[in-house]
């Protein structure tokens, strides 16, 4: 009589590892087009299509990039960001260098906006699971 052989299955590491790093190309690529949106279009002014590319991919960072251990650092981090783009930045007159730098932030913070609801709503849900009566 034959022995049957007993499946061990090991959990695939590749795979989480490759969304990882999946998650950081959909940042580098997001940080990209910020850069490349705030010297393509004029200070202030974003394309329909380009806000809407920014969050989409923002929503796809916050889902995939920010881990648990991360998320007080990224929301805090986020906060600073919304309020160093809200200063008046644009009384910096040299060669429009104000202009641009506020676009800039503006246009990060447009980027990040989903991520940060993504990561909120996360955190929400993990507080529900574990408040569960």
Known sequence: MAKKKKIVRIPNIKIKRSIKELGHLFFGLGLALVILFTITNPPSTL?????????????????????????????????????TASAPLQVLTYKNVGLYLKSFLVNMAIFLTLAVVAVSLKVIFKIYKKSNI
């Open 47 to 83: 394309k329909p299509f380009h806000g809407i590319l920014l969050l989409s991919i923002g929503l796809i960072v916050g889902l995939m990039d920010v881990k648990q251990d991360q998320t007080v650092p990224f929301l805090l981090a986020f906060l600073g960001l919304l309020l």
